[in-house]
Nanobody, 127 residues
């Protein structure tokens, strides 16, 4: 299992931006399915975006496509989620996850139980 540590959450006004980071230790990210999930209060955790480590293919759920962008720094073994044009409904706890089974990352963005998880970081969008 990878050890994943997230950072970058916080309070931001509507329309603002945040960049979440997910630093991995224990391996590079080249051959993993990498994903960001979020969990709203009282709701199940949902996949919002994922990347196939070996190909770089990325998938986004409709309500974040065009606003959120995945990127990766291989040298730092870090996955990023750039979040722009944030809305109050984006308020949630955000989790990064990784799994050696790359096919878990697919256009369907099914909320699989990935092998490794970060601790979660709170994002609050409010004026």
């Amino acid at each position: 299992q990878l050890q994943l540590v997230e950072s970058g959450g916080g309070l931001v006004q509507p329309g603002g931006s945040l960049r979440l980071s997910c630093a991995a230790s224990g391996s590079t990210l080249d051959s993993y399915a990498l994903a960001w999930f979020r969990q709203l209060p009282g709701r199940d955790r949902e996949t919002i975006s994922c990347m196939q480590g070996s190909t770089g293919n990325q998938y986004y759920v409709d309500f974040v496509r065009g606003r959120f962008t995945l990127s990766r720094d291989n040298a730092k073994s870090t996955l990023y989620l750039q979040m722009n044009s944030l809305k109050p409904e984006d308020t949630a706890v955000y989790y990064c996850a990784a799994d050696p089974l790359e096919r878990l990352c697919s256009p369907q963005l099914y909320p699989y139980n990935y092998d490794s998880w970060g601790q979660g970081t709170q994002v609050t969008v409010s004026s």
